[in-house]
């Protein structure tokens, strides 16, 4: 399986700190991407790495990618209490057939930012 | 910003009956997926679309399953007799490019069977 893998399960912590969650997956991939999914709601692309990057920025996001322990990070920097949600890693497969990817999601970090 | 969005937001049907759930992809997208997320579990992948055809299904997408594009703006999913154990949230997303594919995921639709 491809699947990632999110850690923690669930991480509660106080407006104005860090968040960091980390994502591990099995096999070799292209991409990793990183989502948010407020309770009962879509999911929101946040950032894209490759996997020849080790590294990305995106505002108070930090991603990075450690292709040899097939692992990433995600880091939530200055958090605010609408940052409460579940992040998700997710990897991409190349279809069989050709011209498309699926995304292999984990089961996701709930985070709690208190006020 | 230009969405991925999905109609009906919740849909209740009877078991046995048919459901069609509907999405608008991103005008300029070329990739179209389905996606489900039985309530407390992973979103799990069940059809891409590419090029008018079907590039991958899983083994959830069994043939009571079925996908279109009817015009050059609707992305279809159609459930022909649905299951109890097809209440999950139905996300649609749509990709510009293949890779990398970043996709944008509509706000889903519930889909309750009874």
């Known amino acids: 399986s491809q699947q990632g893998e999110e850690d923690p399960q669930a991480l509660s912590i106080q407006e104005g700190e860090n968040a960091t969650m980390n994502c591990s997956y099995k096999t070799s991939i292209n991409n990793l991407q990183w989502y948010r999914q407020n309770s009962g709601r879509g999911l929101v692309h946040l950032i894209l790495?490759?996997?020849?990057?080790r590294e990305k920025h995106s505002g108070r996001l930090r991603v990075t990618l450690d292709t040899s322990k097939k692992s990433s990070s995600l880091l939530i920097t200055a958090s605010r209490a609408a940052d409460t949600a579940s992040y998700f890693c997710a990897t991409d497969a190349w279809a069989v057939g050709g011209g498309s990817e699926k995304l292999v999601f984990g089961k996701g970090t709930k985070l709690t930012v208190n006020p | 910003e230009p969405e991925v969005t999905q109609t009906p937001s919740h849909q209740v049907t009877q078991m046995g009956q048919e459901v069609i759930l509907r999405c608008v992809p991103i005008?300029?997208?070329?990739?179209f997926y389905w996606y489900r997320q039985i309530l407390g579990q992973k979103v799990e992948f069940l059809v891409s679309?590419?090029?008018?055809?079907?590039?991958?299904k899983s083994e959830i997408f069994d043939d009571q399953f079925s996908v279109e594009r009817p015009d050059g703006s609707n992305f279809t999913l159609k459930i022909r007799s649905t299951k109890l154990e097809d209440s999950a949230m139905y996300f649609c997303a749509s990709s510009e490019r293949g890779d990398p594919a970043e996709q944008y995921f509509g706000p889903g639709t519930r889909l309750t069977v009874t």
């Open positions: 679309f590419y090029n008018n055809e079907i590039s991958e």
């Open positions: 005008s300029n997208h070329l990739y």
């Open positions: 790495i490759r996997s020849n990057e």
